[in-house]
């Protein structure tokens, strides 16, 4: 399990119980949900597409599409990590999105 925290550090976050229960169950998405207000502050869902995350899901049903959908295949620490990037990645592009039109819309 410690390898698994060292290649995922969020794992950190969580009881030995809960981990184990990822790992074995890491190709049944909906046992991961479970888990993921605990991985990720709140965040409580994952939009799928079979295997294709979609968009994440606020506490308070906020809806984010993501840019890039990570597929989740594999090893859970490896799909994981590429959903935390893409989430920072996407966030960070609404951003850019949102202050662009904030000052496109102050011209006029």
Known sequence: MQEKR????????LSNDELIDILANS???NVI?????TLFDNLVRMKLNDDSIEGIQSGEKEEIELKKKPKARNAVEGWLKQLQDE?????????RE???????????
């Open 6 to 13: 060292e290649a995922f550090p969020r794992f950190y976050f």
């Open 27 to 29: 190709q049944e998405l």
């Open 33 to 37: 949900q479970l888990h993921l207000k």
């Open 87 to 95: 989430m920072v990645n996407t966030l960070a592009l609404k951003m």
């Open 98 to 108: 949102g202050v662009n039109e904030y000052q496109s819309q102050e011209r006029k």
